[in-house]
């Protein structure tokens, strides 16, 4: 939990909760969502390869829709790719839980 992480992954997963929640106030768009985790993601030093592999994996599927809209020229998504983004962000905010829990976040000072 979160005694565990050192003081930089604690920032690093406070911005990635920060990114999603910018991205379902439609604060910035999905591909600076995906840029940003990715970035984010790719700057934790101390968290398991396992927990890594499963962000990146839940990561990967915000990647695919948006690069298959783009591949499509699709101006907006379909129902079954909101939903396939939706599932990931979800995913995404369960695994950020399993480290530090939501309640645990204002502690945390970037």
């Known amino acids: 939990m979160i005694t565990d992480l050192s003081d930089h992954d604690k920032r690093q997963l406070k911005r ?3 990114r ?3 991205f379902y106030n439609r604060k910035i768009q999905i591909r600076k969502l995906i840029d940003d985790l990715n970035a ?3 700057n934790l030093e101390n ?3 396992e927990w890594i592999d499963k ?3 839940y990561w990967a599927e915000l990647e695919i829709v948006y690069s298959n809209a783009l591949y499509e020229t699709k101006s907006s998504f379909n129902e079954q790719d909101s ?3 939706e599932e990931s962000l ?3 905010n369960s695994l950020l839980y ?3 829990p939501k309640e645990q976040l204002e502690d945390i000072k970037l």
Do not use: P
């Open 16 to 18: 990635m909760y920060l």
């Open 20 to 22: 999603l929640d910018y």
């Open 40 to 42: 984010l993601v790719g």
């Open 47 to 49: 968290i398991s390869k």
């Open 55 to 57: 962000f990146i994996s």
């Open 83 to 85: 939903q396939r983004i």
């Open 90 to 92: 979800k995913n995404l």
């Open 98 to 100: 399993s480290l530090i």
